[in-house]
């Protein structure tokens, strides 16, 4: 809407429906009170029936006068009503466009922060270096397959300590002792109401132990077998980088979150140019 010059302003639609109001009320108040009005004095004398037809006369009069009245009043109504029609458009279209404005913009803040994150997760596990360990395995079982989908920069299959030890940048170091056998149909590891018999125990405990000698300060070591491991609850685990992984799920989720603590101990740990 053009501004008027001369720093006038348009009048409000509020004051506008004030004043017509006022109109209305006093119009029907004076006609109200005609009516009530009895006739003049000189025709009140003799004849009661000459004095109601003139009062029927004047009362058929002013009802006349009355509903033309009403027809002037409904054409200015009209017409407010129509004047004012464009400003509540307008100021409707901009109520809903400053709305709708408001939602975008916290929708795709939102939108952002989620991606921005997504990025930042993904730009972790793209730099992070993964050694899968199976001791003695012949082949790479599906979880190392399932790792190298996920998108880790490189995921290298070890069946011998020696071969761990070769790749001293690795991050993360998967120990995968549910898939270890000692035949085609025999498992090294045994459980016995969920917990590792005491056989299956001692060699989990040489590997690991195996493994963190060979490890650098950084790597992470996610221990995978589905069964309690109860030498990973002795005091000096409390704040090793070490992780139990009982299923495909957990071991996927595990490998990512070493992803992110090796990442954050090599940046802490990085000296300062």
């Known amino acids: 809407m053009r501004s008027r010059q001369f720093g006038q302003s348009s009048p409000s639609p509020i004051r506008n429906g ?23 004095a000189g025709q009140s004398g003799s004849a009661d029936a000459e004095l109601l037809t003139k009062q029927i006369d004047f009362i058929l009069k002013m009802n006349s006068a009355f509903l033309g009245f009403l027809g002037i009043i409904g054409a200015l109504l009209t017409w407010f009503f129509k004047s004012n029609l464009e400003d509540a458009k307008k100021v409707a279209s901009e109520m809903v466009r400053k709305e709708l404005n408001e939602h975008i913009t916290v929708r795709v803040k939102e939108e ?6 997504s990025a930042r997760t ?18 790479e079982p599906p979880e190392c397959l399932s790792l ?29 002792c549910q898939n270890w056998m000692k035949s085609p149909t025999e498992k090294v590891v045994q ?16 590997q690991i132990d195996g493994l963190r000698a060979l490890l650098s300060q950084h790597a992470v070591l996610v221990v995978y077998v589905r069964g309690n491991v109860s030498y990973l609850n002795e005091s000096k685990f409390e704040r090793a980088y070490v992780l139990p992984a009982n299923n495909q799920v957990t071991l996927l989720g595990h490998v990512v979150n070493g992803a992110y603590v090796a990442h954050s101990d090599r940046v802490e740990h990085r000296p300062l140019s």
């Open 191 to 206: 459980l016995q109401k969920g917990w590792l018999v005491e056989d299956s125990e001692t060699l989990v405990k040489a």
């Open 122 to 139: 993904e730009r972790v596990v793209g730099q992070t270096l993964v050694s899968y360990y199976l001791p003695e395995g012949q082949a």
């Open 148 to 176: 190298r989908r996920r998108g880790f920069r490189q995921v290298s299959f070890c069946s011998r300590l020696e071969e761990v030890r070769r790749l001293a940048d690795t991050d993360v170091v998967v120990l995968d």
């Open 112 to 117: 952002f922060r989620y991606w921005e994150m």
């Open 18 to 40: 004030l004043l017509l109001l006022f109109l209305i009320v006093s119009v029907v108040g004076v006609i109200f009170f005609a009516v009530l009005l009895p006739p003049a």
